[in-house]
């Protein structure tokens, strides 16, 4: 075949490039089986009849060749990098062979320009395989192998996506399912990182409770991304983790408990075997954590049946006056267990929690054996649920922190990887933030930063050092710790509007277990 026209080089392109896909998905194994590093220089070609073939340079004749010696770099990569590269290389072969042929019968201009156009309404090879394609070939289930879609292609793709293609085929839809394709997507999706997106609860002033909006805005620069329904919205959203939030519907007297993520709409309500125990105390705190081993989720309930209540200008604390009990659900097994071997802390104090390192954190206060009310804040400590080991742990807050004025707020937080304390003295809008650079070892406590800023309510934290706040009247603002700027974001806030915010997070956890919220994904 010699192309002479536009559409005779578009069909020689076409032909070529099924070769090289089949090669590389396909008829993956036998290409890898060919391309042994103990061979010459080979290249892997491709034919207009759809055929390829592995073989030493020299074949092409008058043609542009591809890349030589694919196989050396073989056994020194990941199958997915030798993938990836060789992708590349052919993406690059075509085009140069496409290009020949333009330059040897001499098109004009126009013609050029409409080489070039259906060129690129074809996704590249190196789109193909690796997933990254807007434009994605419609692919028959069961031609890619089965890791590289898992692992390369679909993993990458959003979760509104992944919806729809669980309808393609009952070997997607068992891919999409598995518990560990949940966790390789989480890992990869490239939206979960911390310079991506945020989930915004709303309310403003004027609304009524059950009004609120739920929205994905943009972490630069606050523009509206979607809108999520908001099912839960008016409940206590306790804490967010891998895209799921937990809920405790009910106020006070927590009538409900719930595991949602708002990426897919589906939620779960978890067993009601220990809401009376739960309704019929004093206190109950509730954390939400990830076990990496067995790849799942649990709901700690930390219950003191009777305590103390104890109100301070450090906020709300409670003293126990008979011991807590510690209840442990599973998702995996969609049931509470009672922990009678393990003693939760004698005293509690109401704050924000955060996971990390398989444990969730709070800041507590009070010795950890006595039922002293006079309890001195230098007595303030961390306490940590392990979720695989299902105990309790401690350590001390740094001690610069316990000689300095007591902060009016202070909560765990991450930067920058770290385990740290933000500190808030609102009588000076002063704020230190505490890393603590050897996990788990109190001595490494050091004071990275200490910055002044005044606003009426601390909205988010980010890993990388932005702070979201709310002042009355000029709106919503970040401020970066590092390079202290200061960044406009929304233009009107009220001290009586309500609002949250966390890092938007896109998972499937829920996908089997969790109900749909809605009538159409």
Not at 5 to 25: N, Q
Not at 40 to 64: A, D, K
Not at 265 to 272: F, G, H, K
Not at 472 to 498: E, H, P, Q
């Amino acid at each position: 075949m010699n192309p002479r026209t536009v559409e005779d080089i578009i069909k020689d392109f076409k032909g070529r490039r099924a070769a090289i896909i089949k090669a590389l998905t396909k008829d993956f194994e036998e290409l890898y089986i060919l391309c042994d590093p103990n061979h010459p220089n080979l290249c892997l070609y491709g034919f207009p009849n759809q055929v390829w073939e592995v073989n030493l340079p020299g074949l092409s004749g008058e043609l542009p060749e591809p890349r030589v010696g694919i196989n050396f770099a073989r056994d020194v990569m990941t199958r997915h990098e030798w993938l990836r590269m060789v992708s590349v290389y052919s993406d690059s072969w075509l085009a140069s062979i496409a290009s020949c042929f333009a330059t040897k019968f001499s098109f004009d201009k126009a013609d050029r320009k409409r080489l070039s156009n259906k060129i690129n309404d074809v996704p590249l090879i190196w789109e193909v395989v690796g997933g990254e394609a807007k434009k994605r070939v419609k692919i028959k289930g069961g031609c890619l192998p089965e890791e590289i879609l898992d692992e390369e292609v679909l993993s990458r793709l959003p979760v509104r996506d992944l919806l729809k293609y669980r309808c393609v085929c009952k070997t997607w839809r068992s891919l999409i399912d598995d518990l560990k394709f949940v966790s390789i997507h989480l890992k990869k999706y490239k939206n979960n990182s911390e310079e991506s997106h945020l989930l915004v609860m709303s309310r403003s002033p004027r609304s009524s409770i059950g009004n609120e909006q739920v929205l994905v805005r943009r972490g630069d620069t606050y523009r509206k991304v979607q809108q999520v329904q908001n099912s839960y919205a008016f409940d206590t959203w306790i804490c967010y983790v891998n895209g799921v939030i937990l809920v405790k519907r009910g106020g006070f007297r927590c009538l409900e408990v719930v595991l949602w993520n708002p990426s897919i709409a589906r939620s779960l309500s978890i067993p009601e075997s220990m809401l009376k125990a739960m309704k019929d105390a004093t206190y109950v705190e509730l954390g939400l954590g990830y076990e990496f081993n067995s790849n799942d989720y649990k709901v700690v309930a930390i219950i003191y049946p009777h305590a103390e209540f104890i109100r301070s200008s450090l906020g709300k604390r409670y003293c126990a006056i008979v011991p807590g009990l510690v209840l442990v659900y599973t998702l995996s097994n969609d049931s509470w267990t009672s922990n009678l071997g393990v003693s939760p802390p004698p005293y509690w104090s109401v704050g924000k929690q955060l996971y990390m390192k398989g444990a969730i954190h709070w800041i507590n206060f009070g010795p950890k054996g006595t039922n002293d009310l006079l309890h001195l804040p230098e007595d303030s400590y961390v306490v940590l649920f392990d979720v695989k080991d299902e105990v309790f742990r401690y350590f001390q807050l740094p001690i610069g922190m316990k000689s300095d004025v007591e902060p009016k707020e202070k909560f765990p937080t991450i930067l920058n990887g770290s385990f740290a304390i933000f500190c808030a003295y609102d009588h000076e809008a002063r704020h230190d933030i505490w890393v603590m650079n050897e996990y788990g070892v109190p001595e490494s406590w050091s004071k990275c930063y200490t910055f002044t800023l005044q606003f009426d309510k601390l909205l988010h934290f980010k890993s990388n050092g932005e702070l979201f706040y709310a002042i009355n009247g000029k709106g919503i603002k970040s401020y970066d710790i590092n390079r202290k700027r200061v960044k406009d974001l929304a233009k009107t806030y009220s001290r009586y509007s309500k609002c949250r915010i966390y890092t938007y997070v896109e998972s499937l956890v829920l996908l089997k277990e969790g109900k749909i919220q809605r009538p159409s994904l």
